[in-house]
Antibody, heavy 123, light 107 residues
Framework: QVQLVQSGAEVKKPGASVKVSCKAS????????IQWLRQAPGQRLEWMGW????????QFSQRFQDRVTFTSDTSASTVYMEMSSLRSADTAVYYC????????????????WGQGTLVTVSS | DIQMTQYPSTLPASVGDRVTITCRAS??????LAWYQQKPGKAPKLLIY???SLQSGVPSRFSGSGSGTEFTLTISSLQPDDFATYYC?????????FGQGTKVEIK
């Protein structure tokens, strides 16, 4: 069965960086785009961007494009989200999600979600 | 960015009730709308896509309708497992955007 399993919770100080992993299984890894979302406490879900697991191309929301990097390791069926210059407003649960259709780069809905990774930024 | 507005924000209801949640887009999104259910501490779960298509495995008491800028999610007969928060998402254009959520709670 399709699964996305994310790394565990992180606590970081302001100004630090964090790297969250998302390991996929149960499907052909490089056929589906992975996107990243986050949800701050009590807030709506926010789209961060996507990575094409087939060739490593990425696209980011303008809000994050200067501080976020997505990478993909095909041999490990794993994608990574790294965010730098963390601030308290980055405290949120971060989700990796699978686009619900193979080989689609355009906007789409999401059929499988990771369990979420809580990133807490606090001094 | 396309703004998504859901109402109501909170919906008190009882088991067996027919429940309707509305989602409005700030500009037309055709039928590129999805609905998700989220329970506390869990990831959202896809219920409906393309405004009215039921995701595999989702009970038929859930249905979606609408196009353009106005959409609804209906639960025909609320079950105990349905008390949760529901989000709409537009995928007409990037960035994908979500509504603020509707919490269906026990009356």
């Amino acid at each position: 069965q399709v699964q996305l399993v994310q790394s565990g919770a992180e606590v970081k100080k302001p100004g630090a960086s964090v790297k969250v992993s998302c390991k996929a299984s149960g499907y052909i890894f490089n056929k589906f785009v992975i996107q990243w979302l986050r949800q701050a406490p009590g807030q709506r879900l926010e789209w961060m961007g996507w990575i094409n697991t087939g060739n490593g191309n990425t696209q980011f929301s303008q809000r994050f494009q200067d501080r976020v990097t997505f990478t993909s390791d095909t041999s490990a069926s794993t994608v990574y989200m790294e965010m730098s210059s963390l601030r308290s407003a980055d405290t949120a649960v971060y989700y990796c999600v699978r686009v619900a259709a193979a080989l689609v780069l355009g906007p789409h809905h999401f059929d499988y979600w990771g369990q979420g990774t809580l990133v807490t930024v606090s001094s | 960015d396309i703004q998504m507005t859901q109402y109501p924000s909170t919906l008190p209801a009882s088991v067996g009730d027919r429940v309707t949640i509305t989602c409005r887009a700030s500009q037309t999104i055709s039928s590129w709308l999805a609905w998700y259910q989220q329970k506390p501490g869990k990831a959202p779960k896809l219920l409906i896509y393309k405004a009215s298509s039921l995701q595999s495995g989702v009970p038929s008491r859930f249905s979606g309708s609408g196009s353009g800028t106005e959409f609804t999610l209906t639960i025909s007969s609320l079950q105990p497992d349905d008390f949760a928060t529901y989000y709409c998402q537009q995928y007409n254009s990037y960035p994908a955007t979500f509504g603020q959520g509707t919490k269906v709670e026990i009356k």
